[in-house]
């Protein structure tokens, strides 16, 4: 019999003590019972070993395959001790040897394999004592527990960093029943809610929904979330904590449920979002505050991105554009820097600067609307808008119209320049009236002794030309006094004699006094309702006079010359229009020919102070006058007055 068979018969008898060699039924039971062992033992799954005399005496293939020997070099090579490491040899020898030698009868222990690749592995051993050839030996088996230990000692580690995680997360961790009581929670929920430990937050709220929840409603809406959906995410809500004050908190849960689908319990965490709450709240109101300052801001404030889109406006850019409720459909998205208009005033290239990372500001700037239907004049101020890391990511712009600021200068400035113009010609006039009077005195008395030597009988053709010249001078000298008297009267206007004027009988008695062409058609438009005002009816007449004969001039060279004067009342002020069909008034003089001496007459037709008159006279009655003109179809003048506070139907004559 081979050694191996043979070492397993031995094996056989020792497991099972002496054999009755005299008994042939115990002997057929034996045999096989051994062939029972043999084929268990060799097809078993854990290793199965015998040592005595600190060798081997029969493994199974299992056991040699734990340690990567072949059966028979752990038979013939390879002792006990080569499998287990140094540091553990100790150990298992000295289990080998209390079994052995009787003091214990077996023994279940763990300890370090060494395999033949040098590989250290866990191993199981179970053994006990039996007797081998008739001497004591050592039976087991052992189970190669290298990946159940190290799955355990996963589990231990993620055990231990699960709890760590728990003790030590700032956020708050918890479990609780259905019914509202708390299972488990960590310190950090207890010191939310102010306990001084999960326990005692456990121990002392047993009614979450009641004893919890400023608004108990939500404990119904976050459970019955989550029996829904299975889970909750940022579900906000008001808690008390142990002293009676209120947190806001945020909380993540979901649903555990057994095999069966019943709740176990829901779990999640919990953050005290209190004061990003009250951050929140400020930056919102923060914000609010500087949208409303934007929003009624006076100027126009919105911003450009880095191709020069609109990305944001305000109301007051609605406004000035023109295009009020349509401008953000309109603006937001249209690229300013492309506008013909926006390049055409130059203003783009002031963007470009900006957006390059370069603050500009502009002071009455000309500028003509995005969609080119009106000039303005405004003040413009730019700054780039930079992200954290300093790329430039926009552009801030801030508009103020100030048209009316440029033309009110303009126009002080044109008041300034009257005045001076007036105060320069007043001093002349005063020295020319005087020679002037003297010049039209001698002339009339020339003439008069012309006339006596005429009345005798000497008749001389002389006589008759002088006549003529004299007569000649006598009509420019008293046409020279007439212009020193009007410059004279621009520089002083006092002496008015204000008293209730009738618009309209003022304006038919001036027509009817005044020798108009027949070829001029004028067309009367009149209010019969029209209320009295108060002005120098003398000074009131020699501004309509002068506006009549500026429209008659205008118009003389018309097939169809109209002139139309009109009078009406809007909004507590009478309105006298007087509109001609005449060559109109370019724009390039239209803000001039209110100033003194200018003029687009022949010199023979006036000297340029009839507008200036009618300007000083209406303002000084608390009146205005404009002129509206399109050059080739004519102009008209708007004199506007305040309706008499102490009249209001027509004044009696």
Excluded at 346 to 369: C, H, I, N, S, V
Excluded at 424 to 438: D, F
Excluded at 443 to 465: D, F, N, Y
Aim: proline share 4%.
């Amino acid at each position: 019999m081979p050694a191996q068979n043979k070492r397993k018969k031995d094996l056989s008898e020792a497991a099972k003590g002496p054999t009755n060699a005299g008994k042939q039924k115990q002997k057929k039971t034996l045999y096989i019972e051994e062939n029972q062992f043999r084929d268990l033992a060799e097809k078993s799954l854990v290793g199965i070993y015998l040592i005595q005399d600190e060798a081997f005496q029969y493994v199974n293939p299992k056991l040699a395959e734990i340690f990567g020997y072949t059966v028979k070099e752990l038979l013939t090579k390879t002792r006990p001790k080569d499998v287990v490491i140094p540091e553990d040899w100790s150990l298992v020898a000295g289990n080998i040897r209390k079994r052995v030698s009787g003091e214990a009868e077996s023994f279940h222990y763990e300890f370090r394999g060494l395999t033949r690749n040098r590989e250290i592995i866990d191993i199981e051993a179970y053994g006990s004592r039996t007797t081998y050839q008739g001497k004591p030996a050592l039976i087991g088996t052992l189970l190669d527990i290298t990946k159940k230990k190290r799955a355990e000692g996963l589990l231990r580690r993620a055990e231990e960093k699960y709890h760590s995680i728990f003790e030590n997360a700032i956020e708050g961790i918890f479990q609780t029943t259905p019914e509202g009581q708390f299972v488990v929670a960590n310190p950090s929920f207890a010191k939310m809610l102010g306990y001084s430990s999960p326990e005692e937050l456990v121990l002392l709220l047993t009614n979450i929904e009641r004893q919890a929840y400023v608004e108990p409603a939500l404990r119904s809406l976050f459970t019955g979330t989550l029996e829904r959906d299975g889970e909750i995410r940022g579900f906000e809500c008001e808690l008390y904590k142990k002293d009676g004050s209120i947190i806001t908190a945020s909380m993540n849960a979901r649903i555990v449920r057994d095999t069966d689908g019943t709740v176990l319990y829901y779990e999640g965490s919990i953050e005290d979002i209190t004061e990003k709450k009250k951050v929140e709240n400020q930056f919102r109101l923060l914000n609010e505050f500087n949208k409303a300052i934007i929003n009624n801001a006076p100027v126009a404030i919105f911003t450009l991105d880095r191709n020069g889109m609109f990305t944001s406006i305000n109301p007051a850019l609605s406004s000035l554009s023109g295009l009020e409720a349509k401008a953000e459909k309109r603006l937001i998205g249209f690229n300013w820097l492309q506008n013909p208009y926006t390049i055409q005033c130059g203003l783009a290239a002031y963007l470009e600067r900006g957006l390059q990372g370069k603050p500009f500001q502009l002071w009455d700037f000309p500028f003509m609307t995005y969609k080119g239907d009106r000039n303005i004049f405004m003040d413009f101020k730019g700054v780039p808008l930079k992200k954290k890391n300093g790329q430039i990511a926009g552009l801030l712009c801030i508009i103020e119209e100030t048209t009316d600021r440029v033309m009110t200068r303009a126009k002080l400035m044109q008041e300034a320049k009257r005045s001076a113009i007036g105060r320069l010609a007043a001093g002349i006039a005063h020295e020319l009236n005087n020679p002037l009077g003297t010049l039209v005195a001698y002339s009339e008395r020339a003439v008069s002794c012309l006339q006596s030597i005429q009345g005798s009988s000497t008749k001389r053709p002389e006589l008759a030309r002088l006549k003529k010249y004299l007569t000649i001078i006598e009509e420019e000298a008293f046409r020279c006094k007439h212009v020193t008297t009007d410059i004279l009267s621009l520089s002083h206007k006092d002496g008015l004699e204000i008293t209730y004027i009738d618009i309209d009988d003022l304006l038919d008695s001036i027509l009817d006094l005044m020798n108009i062409d027949k070829s001029i058609r004028i067309v009367r438009e009149t209010n019969p309702q029209l209320p009295a005002i108060e002005g120098d009816i003398n000074a009131l007449r020699q501004v309509f006079v002068n506006l009549i004969n500026n429209a008659v001039d205008a118009t003389e060279k018309r097939m169809d010359a109209t002139i139309w004067i009109k009078t009406g009342l809007n909004n507590n002020e009478i309105v006298v229009e007087i509109e001609d069909n005449g060559i109109g008034i370019p724009d390039s003089i239209a803000e001039k020919i209110f100033e003194p001496f200018f003029t687009t007459k022949e010199s023979k037709k006036g000297i340029g102070l009839g507008l200036a008159l009618c300007y000083d006279f209406v303002t000084n009655m608390g009146g205005t006058i404009k002129m509206d003109s399109k050059p080739g179809y004519g102009a008209t003048f708007f004199v506007v007055f305040p309706v008499c506070s102490k009249q209001t139907g027509k004044a009696g004559w």
